[in-house]
């Protein structure tokens, strides 16, 4: 177990405040692009109803909502500030409700797409996590996260940053960069893998820092960071990402998002690979039950 409280494992580790929300529209902003050309790409056809976990104050709920205008999309999060920021900026066919989706069932009825983005990384289970949201799909429903594969920075102190906020999360039984692990699991019971990719995203450097410094009061006075860092060395890391900010140039940062779609199956029984495998096999008995009668 890890040196924070037991509570904060499984748990969104970046905060419920107003600050954690200002960052999250900052975030929201930045990588749309991504997410848009995520949801784009990956088959959505005859989707009505789509749950979003995690989702904050909004942010991706209202973007289902708006690429999706012939869905019910229901948002779902713990935290009850953030669903109240939420609720106040909705519109029509957009819902919220509070659960703690990383340990409670998911609504009914089944839904046509399960959405997450940015969750994974702060959970300590992912193979499981993502086994449960299944059972949660509609035949020929679609489970789709979009999370961290790397970020490559070649400013120091945004290594420094990376480097500290890794070893935090890992403390905690969770992974900053889940996207390499989730490509190597297993998929899910009943579905298949239907999209799999690292997207490139370019952030500007100013950008990234605004991000960066505005999570540092989240987790500044946390024993793990407490018992590693001095007050002093946090400081002098805020204002160099402050500095990173205003600064009128930068090179851009590097992010690459694993974005992996799976389809339930809508029939009951083995996937396509396994009915290949076991033809295969079945091929092979008989060949060599024919060298037997000769």
Known sequence: MGTDDYRTRGEYQFGHTDLASRRLAVLARVFRPSTEAFLYDAP??????????????????????????????????????????????????????????????????AADLVFCRYLLSHL????????????????????????????????????????LVEAMLADQGSTLFVGPALAALEDPPGLDRVLDRAYPLPVCAQDAALMFKMNVPNWRDRPFIRARHSGEEIAALEAELERLHQAAEGEPVLWELRQMAWRRRARCGPSRLVMERALRQCRACQGGFQVLKS
């Open 44 to 109: 959505l056809e005859g989707v009505r109803r789509v749950l979003d976990l995690g989702c904050g104050p909004g942010h991706t709920t209202r973007l289902l909502a708006e690429l999706l205008p012939q869905a019910r999309v229901t948002g779902l999060d713990l935290s009850a500030d953030f669903l109240a920021e939420a609720a106040n900026d909705s519109g029509p066919g957009v819902h919220y409700e509070q659960l703690d989706v990383a340990r409670e069932a998911l609504p009914a009825p």
């Open 124 to 163: 300590p289970e992912p193979a499981a996590t993502l086994a449960r949201w299944s059972s949660a799909l509609a035949p020929g429903g679609r489970l789709l996260v979009e999370e961290l594969e790397a970020i490559h920075p070649k400013q120091p102190t945004f290594r420094k940053y990376l480097g």
